[in-house]
C-alpha cells in the first residue's frame, strides 16, 4: 500500500530543551516510556511507529470521507471520522495499532509470523477510550493463516470485540457461547467473502484488560477454524466505525510473542543474522539511499523484505531493484524478480530517492523477513 504520513505536530519551544532533556534522562533511569511529540495521519493508509515496536495505522480502507489519527508515544485517539456507511454491511475503516506484518508492512523486529505450535504465550494488554456519539466496535484482530504470508488476506481471523455501540453485529451469526481467559463471551462465526471469521462479543463494555492471545488461538483451533500448524501473522488493536468515530481511543497497548524458551525475539534492538550498510547523499530538502542487505546465516534467504521506519520529515519519491510499501513513516522493501534470492553470506542492494523536511537523518533499526539486522 502507498503510505504517507500527513503531518508531525511542532516540537515544543527551544526553551524547554533543557527539561526535556532531563526528562528523557529520568525516563531512561526509571525504565518508563521517554515522551515524544504526537503525529497526526490522515492519509488513507497512512501509518507511523512507535516505541520502536508498534504500528499505528489510520487504515480508511471503506470510505472515501476523511478521517485522521492523533498518534501518542502509547496509543492513539481518532480526531476526524467523517461520513457514515450502513450498519448491515463492513464498517468504514480500521484504525488501529499491531505487531507482526500486515499487508507486507512488518513492525520493527517482529518475530510474526511463527508458528503456533511453538508459542508458549502471547501476553497482551490494552486499554480503550470510549464515546457514545458514534456507531462502533472495540476489536482485537488475531489473523492466522496456514503459511508464513506476510502479504494479502490471512485465512482465518479471530476479532474479540470489546465493546459495540450501535445495531452493528459481527460477520455470520452467532453460534453459542464460550469461556476464554476467564470470561464469558457470545461466539459469531461466519465468512466475509475473503476469509474465514470468528468473533467472541463481550456482553457488557471492556474498558481495559491483559490477557494471552493463545487462549483466543486455542479456542480457535478446538472449534476447527485453525490448526496447530498454521501461523499467527499479526495481532492488531483498534475500533471498526460505520458512523463517526471521533474522540475514540488506544489508550495503551502491548504484546508480545513468546516461543517455548520464553524469550521474545520481538525486541527490536536483538541483532539478528544479517546485516545491513546505509549509505546516502543529501542535498538541501532531498537525498538518495543506497542499501546492502547482506546474510549472515549458513542458509540462503529466498524472498526477502526489508523493514524500517523512515525518520520524520521523509517521503520516498522513487525506487530501484525493490518495490516498497509506504512512503514515509513505517515501510517496507521488496525484492525485485532478480534479486530474490540473498546466498549464504551474500548481499543484495537496492536504492530509493527521497525528500525530507527539517535536520536529515538515517534510520536506526531494520528487520529482515522479521528478524533484526545488525548495522554495518
Known sequence: MNTLLCRARPLRAAVLT???????????????????????????????????????QNNRWGTAAPQ?????STGFEITRADGSVPTHGAPKSYPSLFIGCHYTNCSPGTNLPRQLSAISSAPTSISYGYTDNA??????????????????VNRTEIMVWFNRVGPVQPVGSRTGSATVAGRTWEVWTGNNGANDVISFVAPSAIASWSFDV???????????????SWYLTSVQAGFEPWENGT???????SAAVETGGGEDPGDPGTPGACRVAYG???????????????????????????????????????VWNASFSGSSGAVTAVNATHNATIPAGGSQSFGFQGTYSGAFATPGQFSLNGTGCTAA
Open 247 to 253: 474522540g475514540l481511543e488506544v489508550g495503551s497497548f
Open 214 to 228: 493463545m487462549d483466543f488461538v486455542d479456542e480457535t483451533v478446538a472449534r476447527g477454524m485453525a490448526q496447530p
Open 280 to 318: 546516502t547523499n543529501s542535498w538541501p530538502g532531498g537525498f538518495t539511499a543506497e542499501v546492502t542487505v547482506t546474510n549472515t546465516a549458513t542458509t540462503p534467504v529466498s524472498g526477502w523484505q526489508l523493514a524500517f521506519t523512515l525518520p520524520a520529515g521523509q517521503t520516498v519519491t522513487s
Open 135 to 152: 456507531v462502533y466496535d472495540a476489536a482485537y484482530d488475531i489473523w492466522l493463516d496456514p503459511t508464513p504470508r506476510t502479504d494479502g
Open 18 to 56: 533543557g527539561l526535556a532533556t532531563l526528562s528523557a534522562l529520568a525516563a531512561l533511569l526509571t525504565g518508563a516510556i521517554p515522551a515524544q511529540a504526537d503525529t497526526e495521519i490522515c492519509e488513507q493508509y497512512g501509518t507511523t511507529v512507535i516505541q520502536s515496536r508498534y504500528v499505528v
Open 68 to 72: 485522521c489519527v492523533n498518534v501518542t
